[in-house]
């Protein structure tokens, strides 16, 4: 797995110009191209937020997507998505997110 890679590539789609642009004009292509494993590819194009978020990816980065409306993620959607990828937490009741993992009770 490549999360640092994965991390990365929204670093750059945060703060570099040009890889953001070609990120907009053809993403898939511009994951493609990286350093990636074939299911860190597939959760990136198909924007499973949730599944990138229990691989390891920082919550963070994976708010870029959404920022920049990548791969179907977007303002309205991301909290949603990002919450299929976690157990449940009660403090989700109260309208705000865990600050970190809370596993389950057993």
Known sequence: MSIYQIN??????????????????????TVNSLP?????IEAIVTGDVGLLYRMGVHTF?????????MFGVN???YLDRIRDGMDYDPRFELGSMPIQYVPKSS
């Open 61 to 69: 980065c994976l708010n870029h997507m959404a920022r920049y409306e």
């Open 75 to 77: 303002r309205a959607n």
């Open 36 to 40: 990636l494993s074939g299911a860190e």
């Open 8 to 29: 990365k590539m929204f670093y750059l789609m945060d703060n570099d110009p040009i890889f953001r642009q070609k990120m907009s004009d053809d993403p898939e292509t």
